[in-house]
């Protein structure tokens, strides 16, 4: 049976976090309805100095005040008031760091996600991060939920991701971000075909295919 990541996991450095969530699970169990995926893709957003992140300059609105709370909460945004995506807060309590999951790998609850999504394609069903939100059921309503609860958690992974299967590259819709665009701040697993469409589609010529630190 697998472990939940508890709450001093959470507590650690933002690129460590990330660097161990790639080949984890995000599970739910809302309604009553279990699934879960691999995380294959994801994306740090580094608190106040990153000209990409919500919570840049000190920023904190609302929409925000989610990501000042200790590492080990959900942290879920709309976009085009439409799409739901869904962050995973690291890091001490008052900096505002956290990581955006892109791209999940179908684990569990298989037929309940393409009832969500409306599709019997299973390499559409969580390979990007509005789609994994509704195959999901994650909205709004667990924004700031706890996840070492009962109802979105992430399991640790059976084995460790080998250093040499994680790719670093740049953020994906950011151009705004002045500098701070060309980071290599996105990880995901080579070669996995549930990564998100911009993977699939292009390859960066800056991508490096092995995991370091900023």
């Given at each position: 049976?697998?472990?939940?990541?508890?709450?001093?996991?959470?507590l650690?450095?933002?690129?460590?976090?990330?660097?161990?969530?790639?080949?984890?699970?995000?599970?739910?169990?809302?309604?009553?309805?279990?699934?879960?995926?691999?995380?294959?893709?994801?994306?740090?957003?580094?608190?106040?100095?990153?000209?990409?992140?919500?919570?840049y300059?000190?920023?904190?609105?609302?929409?925000?005040?989610?990501?000042?709370?200790?590492?080990?909460?959900?942290?879920?945004?709309?976009?085009?008031?439409?799409?739901?995506?869904?962050?995973?807060?690291?890091?001490?309590?008052?900096?505002?760091?956290?990581?955006?999951?892109?791209?999940?790998?179908?684990?569990?609850?298989?037929?309940?996600m393409?009832k969500?999504?409306?599709?019997?394609?299973?390499?559409?069903?969580?390979?990007?991060?509005?789609?994994l939100?509704?195959?999901?059921?994650?909205s709004?309503?667990?924004?700031?939920?706890?996840?070492?609860?009962?109802?979105?958690?992430?399991?640790?992974?059976?084995?460790?991701?080998?250093?040499n299967?994680?790719?670093?590259?740049?953020?994906?819709?950011?151009?705004?971000?002045?500098?701070?665009?060309?980071?290599?701040?996105?990880?995901?697993?080579?070669?996995?075909?549930?990564?998100?469409?911009?993977?699939q589609?292009?390859?960066?010529?800056?991508?490096q295919?092995?995991?370091?630190?900023p």
């Amino acid at each position: 049976m697998r472990m939940k990541f508890d709450h001093k996991f959470y507590l650690n450095d933002t690129f460590e976090i990330a660097k161990n969530l790639l080949g984890s699970s995000l599970c739910t169990n809302i309604n009553n309805e279990f699934v879960s995926g691999r995380i294959v893709e994801l994306e740090v957003y580094f608190g106040t100095i990153d000209k990409a992140s919500h919570s840049y300059g000190g920023r904190k609105t609302k929409r925000t005040e989610t990501m000042y709370n200790p590492g080990g909460i959900a942290y879920i945004y709309l976009i085009y008031g439409l799409y739901s995506l869904f962050n995973v807060v690291t890091g001490q309590d008052g900096i505002p760091h956290a990581i955006l999951i892109r791209a999940l790998e179908p684990f569990s609850g298989i037929d309940i996600m393409k009832k969500r999504r409306k599709t019997d394609n299973i390499l559409n069903l969580a390979s990007g991060p509005g789609k994994l939100c509704s195959a999901l059921n994650l909205s709004r309503e667990q924004n700031g939920m706890d996840l070492t609860g009962d109802t979105v958690w992430i399991d640790q992974p059976e084995e460790t991701v080998p250093e040499n299967m994680i790719v670093r590259a740049g953020r994906i819709g950011i151009d705004y971000a002045k500098e701070y665009k060309d980071k290599l701040w996105r990880f995901y697993i080579k070669d996995n075909p549930n990564v998100s469409k911009q993977v699939q589609s292009t390859r960066q010529k800056n991508d490096q295919e092995v995991f370091t630190k900023p």
